[in-house]
């Protein structure tokens, strides 16, 4: 005999509560999808030349993970509001945390359910491609960097496809195809396929309000002598970094001192090189941001000295933010074995402000800890600063080899 719930045989039940589970589903969502179209806010743009989101209000000594950075008088709409940041909706499922000092309320703005694309254009000069996407407004977007096979994929926040044809010229060197996926009613899906495995990084910006992907191409020759090298010494001036358990030495002397020995050796290996710093001074993390955005460097090496509570930590470490530009990461940091340098490992996702620029391959590398005994031995020896100025050239040397 059936079992029976309420008077009702089970399977007629258990059919009549999978159909509530759904009615009590699509009641919630469409009373969220309400409450956010309804919800107050506060209209404005972004400002200043480095603004960046966030995903949550966490934080630690590097800052709360950034979703990345974003071109000025972008239009934001602020719903929450908690210290020192607006919480902005991107979309109707997105949301984002913008500092309160990038953003400026226009009182003239009335932004709209969702904004439209218009056509697109692929084409390339004599050193980058571009993929160009008309737009109705400057709108929020964010990048990730794709490996196996190597693609950019960029998210256009409340935007819904009008784009009926794409014009791909043959100037365009690296990218392979370049298409679009309307993965929710406004988010609006840019993929971009290179032609190589590596990436060398791209910007994106816009041109009033053109979304412009400018993506560089591999360089033809892939030799060290074929680069323009940046490097960074950590710290300066005011900035004084960690210092030395025994010596007491502070950390921006040394790391100006082996990034000289850095510029020098790849001088004499016929490198061209710049230094963010070639002296002891203040300079921000946005001051060496936006002058390496004039520079344009091939790739970015910044130099530091670790340090850690226990003088028993030792070792050596790189750190990349973008899966696209681990390999450099890799290659540096195997080399600096060879030094007889503890394992302290290669790190990812890592929210270092040099880490942040998508427009070329960059590696932070601790060289060692300054408050180890044995580390801080090694680092105050002239010959050590030395070495790590040829194993950061073999390094170099051995991810262009990889790519051949």
Not at 152 to 176: C, M, P, R, Y
Not at 337 to 358: H, I, M, Q
Request: with cysteine; glycine share 6%; net charge positive.
């Amino acid at each position: 005999m059936g079992r029976y719930f309420y008077g009702l045989p089970s399977q007629v039940f258990l059919c009549y509560l999978s159909n509530m589970k759904k009615f009590i589903f699509f009641f919630i969502t469409i009373s969220y999808l309400n409450s956010v179209a309804q919800r107050p806010f506060l209209a404005g743009r972004t400002t200043g030349p480095l603004t960046f989101i966030k995903y949550g209000l966490g934080d630690d000594r590097l800052g709360g993970a950034k979703m990345g950075f974003l071109d000025s008088n972008i239009v934001m709409k602020v719903v929450d509001s908690v210290k020192d940041d607006y919480k902005v909706q991107l979309s109707t499922y997105h949301s984002a945390w913008l500092p309160k000092t990038d953003f400026k309320k226009d009182s003239s703005l009335a932004p709209r359910p969702y904004y439209l694309t218009g056509s697109w254009k692929v084409f390339g000069d004599e050193k980058y491609d571009y993929v160009t996407v008309s737009l109705d407004e400057r709108l929020p977007y964010r990048s990730i960097q794709e490996i196996n096979p190597s693609r950019i994929v960029v998210d256009l926040f409340g935007v819904t496809s009008n784009t009926n044809w794409i014009t791909q010229l043959s100037t365009a060197k690296e990218i392979k195809n370049a298409y679009y996926e309307q993965t929710e009613d406004d988010l609006f899906r840019v993929v971009i396929e290179l032609r190589h495995s590596q990436h060398w990084g791209y910007f994106i910006y816009y041109d009033s309000t053109e979304l412009v992907i400018r993506i560089k191409r591999q360089p033809r020759k892939l030799t060290p002598q074929n680069l323009l090298v940046a490097i960074d010494p950590g710290h300066g001036g005011s900035n004084t970094g960690a210092s030395g358990l025994v010596s007491g030495v502070i950390e921006k002397d040394y790391t100006l001192k082996i990034a000289k020995q850095v510029e020098k050796y790849l001088n004499s290996q016929k490198v061209r090189t710049f230094m963010t710093r070639a002296k002891d001074t203040d300079l921000t993390m946005i001051d060496r941001t936006l002058m390496l955005r004039q520079i344009d460097p091939d790739i970015l090496i910044s130099i530091h000295l670790n340090s850690a509570e226990s003088d028993t930590v030792k070792g050596v470490s790189t750190y990349y933010r973008y899966i696209g530009f681990r390999s450099l990461s890799q290659a540096i940091l195997k080399r600096m074995f060879e030094l007889k340098l503890r394992e302290w490992g290669n790190v990812g996702a890592f929210n270092f402000s040099l880490n942040g620029p998508t427009e070329y391959p960059n590696c932070l590398l601790e060289i060692a800890f300054l408050t180890n005994r044995e580390d801080e031995k090694k680092i105050l020896d002239p010959k050590f600063q030395k070495l790590v100025a040829q194993k950061i050239y073999l390094g170099i040397s051995d991810w262009l080899k990889s790519l051949q």
